[in-house]
């Protein structure tokens, strides 16, 4: 099968470091923040002829940002924030042609969390349109592609994040998860990719107005502890004080755990082999190592389906009716694409529904915690079969199709979201054309520590593929 793969990594001052890596380099003087921004920059321009991840360049701020880094862990370490994020100074058009937003006053509160831990900006990474797809496409452009393999999908909304850390350019970045969108990118990219527990992070005030907060703030990353330091210098900015410390997760746990094994989609569609063969594998890994693993039956009732793209359809809906109020004073709803448009639409024929599907949203919190009674972690896909060519779930595909293919790939990610509880994307496998595979892990409530000393677990004993050979 043809592989088309592109990557930026080389002889360099970022050579092949992972964040950690690259600050302690930094901290120790081996390499100045400097040199290692103009090795970002060279990488991102170089890499982003090819899979189009980056949506706004920042270059010369990234420069003077260098000359003078910002005080944190992460200090003098390049990356980007994802572009429905404000930052000072940058417009956020949220991938969308119906948003020409100025810059922005002011960072937003996670944004400011972000930047605390001493990054040096260098641009803002794509999305799809308002985030509500699971692949990083366009009805008027370019999409953006995956650096395993170009001619397939990145996953998204996080795509233009995870194609750059994937392809090198920089060795981390913002990611956001609102049904997946950490995670499924992750997993598309052959990265880590964590969805903490509702309220964890910062968060932006427009979340927590919502009927239901489905979204997290994050990363993706190379490395399972860039992501356990991450989260722990990010609790050091601000810790909700309603949830356990998460601290810094260093390696594997001691503890033996229970964990539960779902491989069936919430709406009976049958998952690939390559995916089922990944999850498989990492459950006898698991059990090898002493962990008690069992089949769970599907832990949601089967309403979720239907309910979870109820308000998929929702947010749409209030993206297209006041998107100049909530957006941007430029939104022009004539221009969105046709996914915002058909969810939109969606919901005007069924919003009678609305008290019914958000009250069993919000109950999806109640049955989640009653499983985690009986199980630590429970194993299951991340999506429900390998990553799509480009144009297979394009906004430019007719609505109700497209709506069909959506609702069969993305199947395991959104009782996370719903729930409030705290999932991992793990890279498990490649595929015959050059594409990673990823496993997913869930947790209970505030329990992202069991999640990542699994993670050390599975990566001490499968390391995970690199995209450089």
């Known amino acids: ?49 090819h899979i189009n991840a980056v949506e706004l360049a920042c270059y010369e701020r990234g420069r003077a940002e260098a000359a003078a880094p910002r005080d944190g862990y992460f200090s003098g370490v390049p990356t980007f924030v994802k572009d429905n994020t404000d930052v000072a100074g940058l417009p956020t058009n949220h991938g969308s042609n119906a948003v020409n937003a100025a810059p922005a006053q002011e960072d937003d509160p996670f944004a400011r969390q972000y930047l605390a831990q001493g990054f040096t900006l260098i641009g803002k990474s794509t999305l799809p349109e308002f985030g509500l797809n699971a692949t990083t496409e366009f009805a008027h452009r370019e999409p953006s592609r995956n650096p395993w393999n170009l001619g397939y999908s990145t996953g998204a909304s996080s795509g233009g994040s995870a194609a750059l850390v994937a392809a090198g350019a920089v060795p981390i970045a913002h990611a956001n998860d609102g049904g997946g969108s950490i995670r499924i990118p992750a997993a598309c990219c052959g990265l880590v990719g964590l969805k903490a527990c509702r309220g964890r992070h910062c968060e932006k005030p427009a979340a927590r107005q919502l009927p239901v907060n489905l979204i997290n703030e994050g990363v993706v990353t190379r490395s399972v502890r860039d992501t356990a330091r991450f989260h722990a210098e990010a609790e050091k900015y601000y810790r909700n004080p309603k949830l356990p410390e998460m601290g810094l997760v260093e390696g594997p746990g001691s503890r033996r755990l229970r964990i539960g ?11 690939d082999a390559p995916t089922a063969a990944a999850v498989e594998d990492a459950a006898r890994l698991l059990a090898q ?107 430019t595909v007719e ?58 677990e599975i990566e001490a004993d499968r390391p995970f593929s690199r995209i450089q050979g």
């Open 261 to 271: 094994l779902w491989l069936q989609h919430v709406a009976g569609e049958s998952i």
């Open 289 to 395: 190592n002493g962990h008690m693993v069992e089949p769970i039956p599907v832990p949601v009732q089967r309403t979720f389906v239907e309910d979870f793209g109820l308000y998929w359809s929702l947010l749409a809906y209030l993206f297209e009716k006041s998107g100049h109020r909530t957006l941007d004073a430029s939104f022009d709803a004539s221009l969105v694409d046709g996914l915002t448009r058909g969810l939109s639409n969606q919901f005007k024929r069924k919003f009678y529904k609305a008290p019914v599907f958000i009250w069993r949203l919000r109950r999806v919190y109640r049955e989640y915690a009653v499983l985690f009674q009986d199980f630590d972690a429970v194993l299951s896909p991340v999506l429900s079969h390998t990553t799509p060519q480009l144009g297979h779930i394009s906004p």
């Open 1 to 49: 099968m043809e592989r088309r793969t592109v990557h930026s990594f080389g002889d360099d001052a970022l050579r092949d470091s992972d964040a950690v890596d690259l600050a302690q380099r930094l901290r120790a003087g081996e390499v100045s923040a400097q040199e290692v921004a103009e090795a970002a920059i060279a990488r991102a321009e170089r890499v982003n002829l």
């Open 399 to 456: 609505f109700e199709e497209l709506f069909s293919r959506l609702m069969r790939y993305v199947g395991f990610t959104p009782w996370a979201n719903a729930s409030g509880g705290p999932a991992i994307a793990l890279p498990a496998a490649l595929t015959d054309n050059n594409l990673p595979v990823a496993v997913q892990l869930f947790a209970g409530h505030g329990m992202e520590r069991t999640l990542l000393e699994l993670a050390f």
